[in-house]
C-alpha cells in the first residue's frame, strides 16, 4: 500500500544553518506529496505541496521538489530561523484523492 | 469562519468508560476525518467520511465508533476506553478529492485523552 518515510529527528541547527528533511514515499500511480508543520500544541498546517512530477512546491522560504525517479519529496530551507521550531510532517494523497498517509515527523529544534 | 473546532480540549478516562470527542467545521467539506497522534508512529488515520451518512475505516479503527448525520459534524465515540487508547487525536476536513486532484486537509487543534 502507499506509505511515506521520512529521516528521523530530532534535528538541531543552529540559526541561519541550511536545513534537509529527507521524505520518500511509496504509491501506485499519480500522489500528491505534501509538507505540514505542527508547532507546539497546535494542530497541523500546510506548509506547501506538488500534484505531479517535477513540480516544486515553496512556502516562507522553505522549499520541496517531486521527484518521480527517486520517489522523493525533500524538504529545504536556506537558512532556518528560530521560530521554524515545529514538527515536520510528510505526508501524500494517493489517487482516489481522499486518503492522506503521514510520515512520523521529524522534530526541528532551532537554537539562536 | 471558525474552521476546524474539536472539543474537548483534554480529556481523562477510566478504562471502561466511553465518551464522544466532538469534531465540527465550516467550510462545508465533504471529506472528514480522525487521525490519532503517538510519539514515534505520526498521525494515523482512524476513520473518515466522505459525506453525510458514509462512512469508512481507516488504518486504526478498533475501539472506535463514527457515524456522520450532517455535513458539518463528525463525532468519533469511544465505546469502551483503554489505556492503549491515550493519544492526541485529530480532526481534519477538506474538500472531497479526484483522482489528479491534491485538497488541503485543514486541521483542529486536538484533543488530549488520558486512560487511566
Known amino acids: 500500500g502507499d506509505s511515506v518515510t521520512q529521516m528521523e529527528g530530532p534535528v538541531t541547527l543552529s540559526e541561519e544553518a541550511f536545513l534537509t528533511i529527507n521524505c520518500t514515499y511509496t504509491?501506485?500511480?499519480?500522489?500528491?506529496l505534501f509538507w505540514y508543520v505542527q508547532y507546539p500544541g497546535e494542530g497541523l498546517q500546510l506548509l506547501l505541496k506538488?500534484?505531479?512530477?517535477?513540480d516544486k512546491g515553496s512556502n516562507k522560504g522553505f522549499e520541496a521538489t517531486y521527484r518521480k525517479e527517486t520517489t522523493s519529496f525533500h524538504l529545504e530551507k536556506g537558512s532556518v530561523q528560530v521560530s521554524d521550531s515545529a514538527v515536520y510532517f510528510c505526508a501524500l494523497s494517493g489517487d482516489t484523492g481522499n486518503q492522506f498517509y503521514f510520515g512520523t515527523g521529524t522534530s526541528l529544534t532551532v537554537i539562536p | 469562519n471558525a474552521g476546524v473546532t474539536q472539543t474537548p480540549k483534554f480529556q481523562v478516562l477510566k478504562t471502561g468508560q466511553s465518551m464522544t470527542l466532538q469534531c465540527a467545521q465550516d467550510m462545508n467539506h465533504e471529506y472528514m476525518s480522525w487521525y490519532r497522534q503517538d510519539p514515534g508512529m505520526g498521525l494515523r488515520l482512524i476513520h473518515y467520511s466522505v459525506g453525510a451518512g458514509i462512512t469508512d475505516q481507516g488504518e486504526v479503527p478498533n475501539g472506535y465508533n463514527v457515524s456522520r448525520s450532517t455535513t458539518e459534524d463528525f463525532p468519533l465515540r469511544l465505546l469502551s476506553a483503554a489505556p492503549s487508547q491515550t493519544s492526541v487525536y485529530f480532526c481534519?476536513?477538506?474538500?472531497?478529492?479526484?483522482?489528479?486532484?491534491?485538497?488541503?486537509?485543514?486541521f483542529g487543534p486536538g484533543t488530549r485523552l488520558t486512560v487511566t
Open positions: 504509491a501506485t500511480g499519480y500522489p500528491s
Open positions: 506538488a500534484t505531479k512530477a517535477d
Open positions: 481534519a476536513s477538506s474538500y472531497s478529492g479526484t483522482p489528479g486532484w491534491a485538497y488541503e486537509q485543514y
